[in-house]
């Protein structure tokens, strides 16, 4: 898609620069493909050469993703470091606080433990991750998000439907009041 853009804008390119485009395209986000194709056209009212263009490239170099998670000292559990405490200590009876926080350029493995519900206690009467019984392999990234819609099949094998239903609604609710930022969605690992 860029390298169409850039060929509509442009014109002809070079075997050369479709090249380096498709060879360095790739290590961008999607909106950071974006806004290297505004720097392109604003730096540039024609097609650059090929060393320009890769001086062009050196000079906005992607943004490097970092991943945090935290790692329990006593047992040695990953889990998301926006946890309070240990989720494996926890459902063995200890409150273990104590943790090291694990930071990678790459996505840590599935085996890192993530709840919707990043805290202990809720409202009275109020299910949360750390008490339920159905929290194994549940979590979701649009835990709560009023503008998600699930997939059917999605949704009726979803454990969690009951509390992201009550969620979603408090989450509309402060949107249509006018409030701007998330109020309670799911918690992901963190990136830097």
């Known amino acids: 898609m860029f390298i ?15 090249k380096l485009i498709k060879d360095v395209i790739g290590k961008y986000s999607g909106k950071e493909q974006e806004t290297l194709k505004n720097a392109l ?5 024609v097609m650059p050469d090929t060393e320009k263009l890769s001086k062009f490239f050196d000079s906005h170099k992607p943004q490097k993703k970092t991943y945090y998670w935290a790692v329990c000292l006593e047992c040695g559990c990953e889990y998301d470091y926006s946890l309070p405490m240990c989720p494996k200590c926890y ?33 009275p009467g109020e299910q949360t991750c750390f008490t339920c019984p159905n929290k194994k392999e549940s979590f979701c990234s649009h835990f709560g998000n009023p503008d998600w819609m699930c997939h059917r099949e999605e949704y009726e094998m979803c454990e969690c439907k009951q509390c992201c239903g009550i969620t979603k609604s408090a989450n509309r609710k402060y949107k249509e009041a006018g409030n701007k930022q998330k109020f309670t969605y799911a918690v992901p690992l963190r990136r830097g």
């Open 91 to 123: 459902d063995n009876g200890l409150d273990c606080r104590t943790k090291a926080i694990k930071k990678s350029e790459f996505q840590p493995n599935f085996n890192v433990i993530k709840y919707n519900k990043a805290y202990i206690n809720g409202d």
């Open 41 to 45: 056209f604003n730096d540039f009212t």
């Open 4 to 18: 169409d853009e850039v060929k509509e804008r442009y014109g002809q390119i070079s075997e050369e620069s479709e």
